[in-house]
């Protein structure tokens, strides 16, 4: 089977760098998978991107060399393992609060005994290879997001749980569930302490942590703060900020 990219950047002990995708586009998915990024997720949680553009998606991610990750819309398995079969290499699921949710979540992404997840990886097996799901439990990434109160009250638990790769943080509903302006990029305050308790959870347990961003200086930072996984924009920022810049420098 194909090798996980990331995971082997993770057993390096290095840093990744990965690509988002929110546009329902084919052709703006096809120019970010000829970039360098180490992995492009798949966004069916915000965004226009629905299962079937996601599959398309996918396709277009498979002609560079970047892990395709897909971030399901919901903790639901029976869309998690259609982005597998689709070609998913790795599943981002949001809104994690407990064990119990993450062993759920875990479960959908792990053939048995590991898990529950259903045998027909269509476009999987043709991506990984042959030999799909003998070895495909080892491959498939795993990561939860913790982003809400109880999540972040239950970090180590969820963090602990078994057959989890890792923890990956939305910093926005992370600071709306406490109280907080839902605010990215934060360098300092009570949401960047929660976000800095979430990656020593991940850590501790021997997982890898993750971390949305939204400007590459905050990625940067992150990434020297240990993270081992960081998202610094997406294809919807880079298409608005560019615009934004090119009418900027003609006055306009």
Known sequence: MRKNRLKEIFKSGNSSVNGWLQLPNT??????????????????????????????????ISIGDATPMARAPWNEPGIIMRLLDAGAYGIICPMVSNREEALRFVGACRYPPQGYRSNGAYRGGLYGGSDYQENANDEILTLAMVETNEGMAKVDEIAETPGLDGLYIGPSDLALAHGHAATQDNFTGPVADMIAKIREAAHRAGKIAGVHATSTAYAVQMIKEGFDIVTPTSDFRLVAAGGAAALKEMGR
């Open 27 to 60: 052709i703006s998915a096809e120019i970010i998978a000829r970039q360098n990024w180490d992995s492009i997720t798949v966004d069916l949680q915000h965004g226009g991107v629905d299962e079937g553009h996601a599959l398309t998606m996918l396709q277009m």
